[in-house]
Every structure is written in C-alpha cells, then in structure tokens.
C-alpha cells in the first residue's frame, strides 16, 4: 500500500514557498507523485521540466555572463542543472515532505534520496509551465537558482574526467580508460568499483561509487593527482641542470666518471 502525505495544507505550503498558485492542482499533485506510488505519476511532467530548467538557467547565464564563450556556459549550466544541485534546491524548499512515495520507496530512504528529489523539482517546474506558462516557469527557476548563478568560475567546474582527457590530449596522449570491477550491493545501494587507466603515464586508479559514473570520476581524480604530481617532478628535473649550472660557476661541482654529481 502506497502512502500519501499531500494534503492541501501541505500543498498550499509548498505554493507558498515556491511563490506560485496552481490553477490546475491536480498538475501539482502529480510532480509529485512517484512511480512506486501510481501508475499516473511525475516522469512526464519532469521530462518537460528537464527542458524547460535547461534553457532558461541557460538563459540566465547568457545574460549574466557577456564575455564567456559556450564551452564555458555549458560547463556553468552541467552544474547547475546536474542532480546533486537540484537536490539540494529541493531541500531547501522541503519538496521531500509533500512526494507520494510507495512503501518500498520509503522503507530504503527513497524520501531523502538525491535522485528522486531532483526529479520532482524538474517535474514541478514542468507542472508550473504547464499550467501557466513560460513566463510563471521562468520566474520561479529565477527565484530559486539566482542565486547560484552568481561568481561561477568554468575551469574550477570541470570535473576530474573532463580535467584529465584535457590533461591528456594537451600533451598528445590516449585518452584514459575505465572499466568496471566490481558491482556489489542491494539494487537501492549498489556500489561499483572502478579502475581508471591512463596508459601513456603508466598511472592507474582504483575507487568507488554508488553510481558508474560517480566511480569513474573518483577514480578519474586519483589519477588526476597522480598525473599532475609526475607532470610537477618532471618540471622539477628539467630545471635542475640550470641550477645547478648557475651554483657550478661559484662552486665547482666535482662528478664521477659516468658524469654524474658526487654528493
């Protein structure tokens, strides 16, 4: 048996806070039903949300931002509108008080988890453009992503993939290569171990994540580290024979016989 907790008060409340009023309230009550609840549940409504949020952060940040060129605004908007940032504006907006879970869902945290909230606040954006249109849509993504458009900086939101394949190809080199390792857990907490390999540096990486591609960039990171450790040392060495000229015309440095410094 399923469990509702969207009564009208609770449905005026969240109106209140999101600082709209539904015409059509059963469009409301719909975003915020999930699949375990009904069959007549939310995933329409936050496809239509998906689009709606991508183009006007999109908008916001062609406006606000003049000067940066579109892979940059891309990078700003992926942060913006990627799962963990919408799951955070739904908590703040305590969207998981008033979602229409079923009793599985709720029995493994499904209330709480990142994913189901992200998906109800695009499904309610798309519930209010639905029922009033692009403008009411347009004011609502403004009141409640504004303020996290402000001072984006697009190197600093590249992840660790996207880091080390520029990494890589600024220098000429393979790109890397993950594979999967493992696959453990229940299907509500599956945990996946993934290898990263950057062959040309000899480096490889292994981490874990509760999703593929949260694996693939914790393991993408510990290469990262390592390749910009190598790249630092490798800096480091080249220099040194011009230190060590500089000291060497002051004082004379003897060598062995196969060239080297005698310490």
Known sequence: MAQSTASS???????????????????????????????TNNERLEFMGDAVLGYLVGNMLYQRYPDVQEDALSLMRAQLVRGKTLAQVASRIDLSEHLL???????????????????????????????????????????????????????????AKTRLQELLQGNGLDL???????????????????????????????????????AEKASAHEVLILALAQKQAQQQASEAPKNKKHVRSEHPVQTNEAGENDV
């Open 101 to 159: 879970l079923g009793v599985g869902e709720l029995r493994s945290g499904g209330r709480q988890r990142a994913s189901i909230l992200a998906d109800a606040l695009e499904a309610v954006i798309g519930a209010v453009h639905e029922d009033g249109g692009i403008e009411q849509a347009q004011q609502l993504v403004h009141q409640l992503f504004s303020d996290l458009t402000h001072d984006l900086d697009a190197e600093s939101l590249k992840d």
């Open 9 to 39: 008060t609770d449905l005026d409340r969240l109106q209140r806070k999101i600082g709209y009023r539904f015409e059509q309230l059963a469009l409301l009550k719909q975003a915020l039903t999930h699949k375990s609840y009904s069959k």
């Open 176 to 214: 890397p290569v993950y594979s999967v390792e493992e696959v453990s857990g229940a299907d509500h907490q599956r945990q996946y171990t993934v290898k990263c390999e950057a062959v040309s540096l000899g480096l490889v990486a292994v981490a874990n994540g509760s999703s593929r591609r949260a």
